[in-house]
């Protein structure tokens, strides 16, 4: 009897003991984050930051909502701290942070390009990948996009138009449907929505990802357009967008590609090593990736950049080196 209970005292020691260096672990982890991301990231990147909170309670976050060319702005311009970057074009901080302001950069989603609208829009029992542009065109009806200028998904948007453009031999398609309704034009493609539901507009040129969050209909549209597909980098290539620099009066040119999302920690950052903890919860499969998949996105991790070799040694796995 008391050999047993030796054994059983022992066992105890030994659960408490293995079980209380996770708890301290978590205890240790504290600080606050600052995130500046992607509109259309926003119900993912709260749902990540929400069930990371859980498991590491001392940490709190400030999530900052904008364009993604805006976000860099932000760092490269105001020089506004910022733990983490989150864009919705990875090239926003190859071509706005890297060098000065950034490192490197991993690549982690997928999207595509759709044509978001609900029951009440105008003529959406009519609507289909054949004559989308021609509802859009209509003069009962309206639709809005987000600035070229703030916005992936704004310059996204008029590749997207250039390449239906090309797809269904429509001339002057582009310069019809980009002159029209500009009044409806917004900083984000997240601050369309509200002009969705108050039936102020009719479309939007939206994020599949964000449609599916938001329980809207979208159309989806032929891939060779919607640049989502990876075997069609060559046709999305042959299209481009002109937005503003790094600078007043400068210009950078967007060449059509797949959508990448990617993220960063910039040079400025106040916490970088609670940020490394987040971004590598976000990056894992059962963490944010699994939180990405579940809301419309494409999980791509891991996946090339031109930058690997100054990722940290404990992100390098969530990455591939560029072979190019």
């Known amino acids: 009897m008391k050999q047993l209970l030796l054994y ?14 996770p708890n301290k672990q978590k205890a240790n982890i504290s600080g606050e984050l600052t995130i ?21 309670p001392n940490v709190t976050f400030k999530l900052e909502s904008a364009g993604s060319v805006e976000c860099a702005r932000k760092i490269s311009e105001i020089g506004k701290p910022c733990d983490i970057m989150a864009s919705a074009d990875y090239k926003v901080i190859d071509k706005l942070l890297i060098p000065q302001f950034a490192s490197w950069n991993i690549p982690f989603a997928g999207n595509e390009m759709a044509i978001v609208y609900h029951e009440k829009s105008r003529h959406s029992s009519e609507i289909n990948k054949d004559n989308w542009y021609d509802i859009l065109l209509n003069q009962d009806v309206a639709y809005g996009r987000s600035d070229p200028n703030s916005d992936p998904c704004g310059y996204r948007t008029v590749m997207t138009v250039k390449l239906a453009e090309k797809l269904y031999l429509k001339s002057d398609l582009t310069k019809k449907i980009l002159e029209k309704d500009n009044k409806y034009i917004r ?5 369309l929505l509200a002009l969705l539901e108050s039936n102020t507009i009719d479309y939007i040129f939206l994020y599949k990802s964000v449609a599916i969050q938001h ?14 597909n990876i075997a069609m ?19 950078i040119t967007m060449n059509g590609e797949p959508m990448v999302y990617g993220l960063t920690i910039p ?25 990405m998949k579940k809301m419309g996105q494409t ?12 990722i940290p040694e404990v992100l390098k796995v969530f990455a591939l080196r560029n072979p190019k």
């Open 233 to 251: 980098e060559g046709i999305y290539k042959t299209v481009s967008v002109e937005v503003k620099g790094k600078t007043p009066n400068t210009f």
């Open 8 to 21: 059983l005292t022992s066992i105890t020691l030994l659960f408490n003991c293995c079980t209380s260096t």
């Open 267 to 291: 040079k400025n950052a106040l916490n970088p090593k609670l940020a490394l903890e987040f971004v590598k919860y976000f990056l894992e499969a059962n963490g944010g990736q699994a939180i």
């Open 36 to 56: 500046f991301h992607a509109g259309s990231l926003s119900m993912p990147m709260k749902a990540a930051v929400d069930s990371f909170t859980r498991l590491h």
């Open 299 to 310: 999980a791509i991790v891991p996946s090339a950049t031109a930058s690997f070799d100054s």
């Open 215 to 228: 329980g809207l209909k979208y159309l989806e549209l032929p891939q060779e357009i919607n640049l989502s």
């Open 187 to 191: 900083p984000k493609e997240v601050d």
